[in-house]
């Protein structure tokens, strides 16, 4: 079944065209990968399809329901989450309160939220930094809180902006293995823009390219990859997607 | 301090919120208070009074600008509001100014969540947002000097009653029954303030003053939650002004809605800590005597400082220092410098 539909959207800023007829469909259970050198759009792409910013033109449907132009907090409701590339915590709460109140704002009461909180946090490796202030934070840490309080809302889709940028490669790889898990086991689709090429290859079903705003190309990760227009796209831009 | 360690400090555990804890701490408060007109002389009494009216003021304003992050420079409008309705339907209808409490607090919460709505709505921030409660609350002023329906710039004097009456609020002069209430007031205040916080909504307003961008991604109704926020915010301040009417006897535009109710409802917050929940409380305790002590020094100076006996508005200029010096020295607040120095003892202790 496709859960989310994105039909032709832009978005300009000043006549710059940010986005410029963007669309992409995203299967139930699977995961799309974005990738694009940097101001290709990808983040305002995200802003448009999570209701952060009204696109100019285009149509998003979650779950065969219209909710283009719809506020964020509508399209949170009707089962789409997401992560900020700039981390955006709730400063003056801790870890755990932070999670918490995602997951009132998901509709549990005061009573539970702490403790299906908890879980969460554990799951996303935070326990360690349950009761400490989130604006504390280092930034593995801070995007994990992100990871956690975006999968407190339990969401059918979630899109995380740039989850791995910043984290060495050891603290990648439990991050990676966190979202096979989401998608197996908890059947959530995912959407993400990352340009950490090893990690779109790994978890990628399929890859979406923008350039300029613009789909550049889409389809299987490796097909993608070996287009040349990608790699004219990315040269001289981002030498990770050269590598292994 | 390196970066790393920098970084471990802020990130040290924080206290778990006591809720249970703040509840206790304001029956104590009560408890102890109560008897303390019997020991005050009657002027101490009346600057006991004040200083509670003060607080009901801050607590109310620190709901939208502490905790909710809305800087408001015009909180008179619902001191004002509160005095106004409240002494219109006691005179010119003869409704018991409890009652009047009620309908004040309806009032003022609906106006703060209309203006709160237009200032939102065309997306004011910060300085203009603070300008733009100022705007409303002076509009209200005007409005009352200029509105037969509130006798103009004339106001109201509450009439005389022949007995005193608790049905109508009013006792003989210095009757420790004007403290009692106050403080009933102030305690229920500090409780909604409590209650409220540590509530599910209370939850999303801290979080969309961290975080709008944030929070409205993970499902809060940021609009709605702030102007939840305000009403209340407007509701527990024109409490203030209701009293304040009932026990000065007197109300008129300036009073009511003059600019400096507005900055009354801020000093003792930032004085005391603001986004606190005791900050308000302890910045009017402040606050209160020092007023009173500035005018009392220069009026009738001790011998070293005779040089500045008789000259006029030294003592608002003593009073301006002594501010700027709080401010400077306990730049969070007294209640907050004293929460952080107990932290770091008690983060000290702990075994490493």
Same mark, same amino acid.
């Given at each position: 079944m496709t859960l989310l539909e994105v039909e032709s959207v832009s978005k300009s800023f000043r006549g710059l065209r =940010? +986005? *410029?007829d963007v669309s992409f469909t995203v299967e139930e259970g699977s995961i799309l990968g974005i990738i694009g050198p940097n101001g290709a759009g990808k983040t305002t792409l995200f802003n448009l399809v999570a209701g952060a910013l009204p696109p100019d033109t285009g149509s998003v449907r979650l779950a065969g329901t219209d909710v283009t132009g719809a506020k964020p907090h509508r399209i949170s409701h009707a089962g789409m989450a997401r992560t900020f590339q700039l981390m955006k915590p709730f400063g003056s709460l801790s870890v755990l309160e932070n999670v918490a109140v995602a997951r009132m704002a998901a509709g549990a009461s005061r009573r539970r939220a702490p403790a299906e909180a908890a879980d969460v946090v554990d799951r996303v490796g935070l326990t360690r930094w349950r *009761? =400490?202030?989130?604006?504390?934070?280092?930034t593995a840490g801070l995007k994990r809180l992100e990871l956690a309080r975006a999968l407190a809302s339990r969401p059918r889709v979630l899109l995380l902006d740039? +989850?791995? =940028?910043?984290? +060495?490669p050891a603290e990648r790889t439990p991050v990676m293995e966190l979202l096979e898990t989401l998608r197996r086991d908890d059947g959530i689709t995912l959407v993400f823009v990352e340009h950490i090429m090893a990690a779109v290859m790994r978890l990628s079903d399929s890859v979406l390219v923008l350039d300029q705003g613009r789909v550049l190309t889409s389809g299987e990760p490796h097909q993608v990859t070996q287009d040349p227009r990608v790699i004219e796209a990315y040269l001289g831009e981002e030498p990770t997607v050269a590598g292994p | 301090m390196t970066a790393t360690a920098e970084r471990e400090a802020a990130a040290a555990p924080l206290p778990r919120p006591a809720w249970g804890r703040h509840l206790v701490a304001v029956a104590v408060l009560a408890v102890v208070l109560v008897p303390l007109p019997l020991v005050l002389p009657a002027a101490q009494q009346s600057v006991a009074v004040r200083v509670l009216v003060f607080a009901i003021l801050a607590i109310g304003w620190n709901v939208m600008s %502490?905790?909710? %992050?809305m800087f408001s420079f015009g909180h008179a409008a619902y001191f004002g509001l509160g005095a106004y309705v409240s002494v219109w339907l006691l005179v010119e209808r003869g409704i018991s100014p409890w009652i009047g409490m009620l309908v004040g607090m309806v009032v003022a919460g609906a106006f703060a969540a209309l203006i709160g709505f237009l200032a939102l709505r065309y997306r004011l921030k910060g300085a203009y947002f603070a300008l733009a409660t100022f705007a409303f609350a002076e509009m209200l002023r005007l409005i009352a000097i200029n509105s037969d329906l509130v006798n103009r710039a004339v106001g109201y004097n509450v009439p005389l009653r022949s007995e005193p009456s608790w049905a109508y609020m009013q006792f003989e002069p210095g009757s420790a029954n004007y403290f009692w209430i106050a403080l009933a007031l102030t305690v229920v205040a500090l409780v909604v303030t409590i209650l409220f916080l540590r509530s599910r909504q209370g939850r999303f307003t801290v979080a969309v003053r961290d975080d709008e961008d944030a929070a409205a991604a993970l499902g809060i109704p940021v609009m709605r939650t702030k102007l939840i926020t305000i009403a209340l915010s407007g509701a527990i301040t024109s409490v203030a002004g209701t009293f304040y009417v009932q026990y000065y006897f007197f109300v008129d535009p300036d009073v009511a809605f003059g600019n400096s109710v507005s900055i009354q409802a801020i000093l003792p917050a930032v004085i005391g800590g603001v986004a606190t929940i005791w900050g308000p409380v302890i910045g009017a305790a402040v606050l209160g005597p020092l007023n009173d002590v500035t005018a009392t020094v220069l009026r009738n100076p001790p011998p070293a400082l005779d040089?500045?006996? %008789?000259?006029?508005g030294l003592d608002v200029v003593l009073y301006a220092l002594l501010l700027i010096l709080i401010v400077l020295l306990l730049p969070q607040g007294v209640y907050g410098a004293i929460r952080d120095r107990v932290q770091r003892r008690r983060a000290g202790r702990r075994p490493a």
């Amino acid at each position: 079944m496709t859960l989310l539909e994105v039909e032709s959207v832009s978005k300009s800023f000043r006549g710059l065209r =940010a +986005v *410029d007829d963007v669309s992409f469909t995203v299967e139930e259970g699977s995961i799309l990968g974005i990738i694009g050198p940097n101001g290709a759009g990808k983040t305002t792409l995200f802003n448009l399809v999570a209701g952060a910013l009204p696109p100019d033109t285009g149509s998003v449907r979650l779950a065969g329901t219209d909710v283009t132009g719809a506020k964020p907090h509508r399209i949170s409701h009707a089962g789409m989450a997401r992560t900020f590339q700039l981390m955006k915590p709730f400063g003056s709460l801790s870890v755990l309160e932070n999670v918490a109140v995602a997951r009132m704002a998901a509709g549990a009461s005061r009573r539970r939220a702490p403790a299906e909180a908890a879980d969460v946090v554990d799951r996303v490796g935070l326990t360690r930094w349950r *009761d =400490a202030r989130s604006e504390g934070l280092p930034t593995a840490g801070l995007k994990r809180l992100e990871l956690a309080r975006a999968l407190a809302s339990r969401p059918r889709v979630l899109l995380l902006d740039e +989850v791995l =940028a910043g984290l +060495v490669p050891a603290e990648r790889t439990p991050v990676m293995e966190l979202l096979e898990t989401l998608r197996r086991d908890d059947g959530i689709t995912l959407v993400f823009v990352e340009h950490i090429m090893a990690a779109v290859m790994r978890l990628s079903d399929s890859v979406l390219v923008l350039d300029q705003g613009r789909v550049l190309t889409s389809g299987e990760p490796h097909q993608v990859t070996q287009d040349p227009r990608v790699i004219e796209a990315y040269l001289g831009e981002e030498p990770t997607v050269a590598g292994p | 301090m390196t970066a790393t360690a920098e970084r471990e400090a802020a990130a040290a555990p924080l206290p778990r919120p006591a809720w249970g804890r703040h509840l206790v701490a304001v029956a104590v408060l009560a408890v102890v208070l109560v008897p303390l007109p019997l020991v005050l002389p009657a002027a101490q009494q009346s600057v006991a009074v004040r200083v509670l009216v003060f607080a009901i003021l801050a607590i109310g304003w620190n709901v939208m600008s %502490g905790f909710g %992050g809305m800087f408001s420079f015009g909180h008179a409008a619902y001191f004002g509001l509160g005095a106004y309705v409240s002494v219109w339907l006691l005179v010119e209808r003869g409704i018991s100014p409890w009652i009047g409490m009620l309908v004040g607090m309806v009032v003022a919460g609906a106006f703060a969540a209309l203006i709160g709505f237009l200032a939102l709505r065309y997306r004011l921030k910060g300085a203009y947002f603070a300008l733009a409660t100022f705007a409303f609350a002076e509009m209200l002023r005007l409005i009352a000097i200029n509105s037969d329906l509130v006798n103009r710039a004339v106001g109201y004097n509450v009439p005389l009653r022949s007995e005193p009456s608790w049905a109508y609020m009013q006792f003989e002069p210095g009757s420790a029954n004007y403290f009692w209430i106050a403080l009933a007031l102030t305690v229920v205040a500090l409780v909604v303030t409590i209650l409220f916080l540590r509530s599910r909504q209370g939850r999303f307003t801290v979080a969309v003053r961290d975080d709008e961008d944030a929070a409205a991604a993970l499902g809060i109704p940021v609009m709605r939650t702030k102007l939840i926020t305000i009403a209340l915010s407007g509701a527990i301040t024109s409490v203030a002004g209701t009293f304040y009417v009932q026990y000065y006897f007197f109300v008129d535009p300036d009073v009511a809605f003059g600019n400096s109710v507005s900055i009354q409802a801020i000093l003792p917050a930032v004085i005391g800590g603001v986004a606190t929940i005791w900050g308000p409380v302890i910045g009017a305790a402040v606050l209160g005597p020092l007023n009173d002590v500035t005018a009392t020094v220069l009026r009738n100076p001790p011998p070293a400082l005779d040089f500045l006996q %008789g000259r006029a508005g030294l003592d608002v200029v003593l009073y301006a220092l002594l501010l700027i010096l709080i401010v400077l020295l306990l730049p969070q607040g007294v209640y907050g410098a004293i929460r952080d120095r107990v932290q770091r003892r008690r983060a000290g202790r702990r075994p490493a």
